[in-house]
């Protein structure tokens, strides 16, 4: 078999470009405001606003958890497939975005509908958006191995791209919170507000495709190609990739779990809801202060213990959220910053492994498959805002959750319902935390496996 074509080593000469980086993190705005309003907002919205009951919305989010399990492996996949003169990836940001914007305009809206009817349209729209979001961000995520084969340029291009994300997020949410509050209606404020998210998330696409250039590799010919079944076996059998999706399955589950609590933590027990803006925006300035950081020790450090301190940071924060008593907002304001310390660990870490792992099955298989292996990723990240929603969810319905008719009125929780916010936003996540690290610990690919792996391509291509 014709070993297949990869991109030289990153030098000086042929590193990328300012250009190109700031190019590639643009296309991170649409996921970026993905993750934080709907992180944020989403579960109070659909509570408090569009008066779903919250078994309801569980149900929601693990029925589209099980389209999920089918559709991004398998548009991951389709983008290995794809062959255009624009490359394999980026064809897809072309015409998934304008889908993917207009689904996400159509989940804020609340329509007169019985509950009923309210559930089908919130159902129906949430399959449809998570398939836009799939059509879009698996082939945005599976570009990154494909712009540089460096170990350390990989960890500073999704350095880039997650401060885009992060930047863009606190933007959006500045946004988002200002058009909220120029209505008097709830309804027409998200209504407005989703239609200028649904513009960026379609400009920050065709933005990408116009200013990105992928690598064409040569090795895409049917008969050496193992099936989608095969490869997904193939994918399943890589033994640092299945540790790389449990580090970031937990990382993202934990992120998602206190994202969507903390708007009704902060509602129903700790107070202070109009300042809430600010909880959010202290969390994502610190973790774009400490995205740089981290960058930038993991050159010195490597990623393993980058991941050990981030994360041991978090946890103690995580479990200081438990003890915060109603009326302490500045302290909660204060566990924010410091959060931000270990969620940029959260995004930087798995998602710069991810590339090297990559690379080690195209040595032991000869194939390039990004799609499959980005697929799988952004179906965890998928996994881990569902689960988190589900699972808090259920638990809320069962402690006797109340829905709240006016937000100038707000009901009184039963103490089990509280109880259930303060746990998941504090030792739900410092338990998952923890889990992780025995799992990083043993990750085998480092730098100088790294380098190895790099040497023996080199060595096929000659």
């Not at 996994?383 to 809320?396: E, H, K, Q, R």
């Not at 030792?427 to 040497?455: D, G, M, N, Q």
Request: proline letters at 5%; a neutral charge.
């Amino acid at each position: 078999m014709a070993a297949p074509a990869v991109p030289p080593p990153a030098t000086p000469a042929n590193r990328l470009s300012f250009g190109r980086k700031l190019a590639f993190g643009v296309g991170d705005l649409g996921s970026a405001l993905v993750a934080a309003i709907q992180g944020f907002f989403l579960n109070a919205f659909l509570l408090d606003v569009a008066g779903i009951r919250p078994a309801a919305a569980g149900i929601i989010f693990l029925i589209v958890k099980i389209w999920d399990s089918v559709n991004d492996p398998l548009i991951g996949r389709l983008t290995d497939k794809t062959n255009t003169r624009w490359g394999r990836r980026r064809p897809w940001l072309l015409f998934g975005a304008v889908p993917f914007g207009l689904a996400w305009f159509l989940q804020w809206l609340v329509p007169d509908l019985s509950d009923t009817g309210l559930f089908w349209y919130y159902l129906v729209v949430a399959l449809l958006l998570d398939t836009g979001f799939t059509a879009v961000n698996v082939p945005y995520t599976a570009l990154t191995p494909e712009l540089s084969q460096d170990y350390d340029e990989r960890t500073s291009l999704n350095s880039f791209r997650f401060s885009f994300s992060i930047l863009g997020g606190l933007i959006a949410l500045a946004v988002h919170n200002v058009l909220i509050g120029l209505f008097p209606s709830v309804t027409t404020g998200y209504a407005v507000s989703a239609a200028v998210m649904g513009g960026v998330i379609v400009l920050s696409n065709f933005i990408t495709f116009a200013y990105t250039e992928e690598h064409h590799f040569k090795d895409h010919t049917a008969e050496n190609d193992p099936g989608f079944v095969e490869g997904v076996k193939i994918a399943l059998r890589n033994r640092p990739f299945l540790y790389v999706v449990a580090i970031y399955l937990m990382s993202w589950l934990c992120i998602q779990f206190v994202q969507a609590n903390m708007l009704l933590y902060v509602r129903y027990w700790v107070g202070g809801e109009d300042q809430f803006i600010q909880l959010a925006f202290a969390l994502q300035i610190s973790a774009f202060i400490f995205l740089i950081v981290w960058s930038r020790l993991s050159q010195k450090w490597g990623k393993q213990k980058v991941y050990f301190v981030g994360m041991s940071f978090w946890i103690a924060v995580e479990i200081a959220l438990f003890f915060v008593q109603p009326g302490q907002f500045t302290v909660l304001l204060v566990l924010a910053m410091l959060a931000g310390v270990g969620v940029s660990v959260g995004y930087l870490i798995p998602w710069s492994m991810l590339p090297d792992v990559v690379e080690l099955d195209e040595l032991e298989t000869g194939q390039r498959r990004e799609g499959i292996y980005y697929g799988f990723f952004v179906f965890l990240q998928k996994l881990g805002i569902s689960l988190g929603l589900a699972l808090s969810n259920f638990a809320l319905e069962a402690a006797g959750y109340i829905n709240a008719e006016d937000l100038t009125n707000l009901p009184q929780q039963p103490t089990a319902v509280l109880t259930a916010l303060r746990i998941f936003v504090s030792l739900v996540p410092a338990v998952i935390l923890l889990l992780s690290f025995p799992i990083v610990y043993r990750y085998p690919i480092t730098r100088e496996k790294h380098a190895e792996i790099l040497a023996a391509l080199a060595a096929r291509r000659k």
